[in-house]
């Protein structure tokens, strides 16, 4: 299973983002996949995740700016990010897991029950 982000850039504060995060190798079954952000010198931290039955997480941190989808005919996830800020600025990465799928958070999303990792798309907001 491969995962490629893309999508990241810089931007003004309040402006709106979607990365994307393309999926090979996997086929049709279980899933949970998320997106995780990185700030610099901090720990990484899950922001949404959604599961193969449709169910999205958010961490309450991002609820109500952060959307997860998943286009299924293009093995493509997706965050759009509404209102950004310049605390928003982060490494993001998606992230997948099969072995407990289905999966649903209410806050914390914790990064050690995801197997499978992209290589991270940098965003970064200017005030």
């Known amino acids: 299973v491969q995962l490629v982000e893309s999508g990241g850039g810089s931007v003004q504060a309040g402006g709106s983002l979607r990365l994307s995060c393309l999926v090979s190798g996997y086929t049709d079954g279980k899933v949970c996949m998320a997106w995780f952000r990185q700030p610099p010198g901090e720990q990484r931290d899950g922001v949404a995740a959604l599961d193969s039955d449709g169910r999205t997480s958010y961490a309450l941190s991002v609820m109500g700016r952060f959307t997860i989808s998943k286009d299924n005919a293009k093995n493509t996830l997706y965050l759009e990010i509404d209102n950004l800020k310049p605390e928003d600025t982060a490494v993001y990465y998606c992230?997948?897991?099969?072995?407990?799928?289905?999966?649903?958070?209410?806050?914390?999303?914790?990064?050690?029950?995801?197997?499978?990792w992209g290589q991270g798309t940098q965003v970064t907001v200017s005030s």
């Open positions: 992230a997948a897991d099969f072995t407990f799928a289905p999966c649903h958070y209410s806050d914390y999303i914790p990064p050690l029950e995801f197997a499978f």
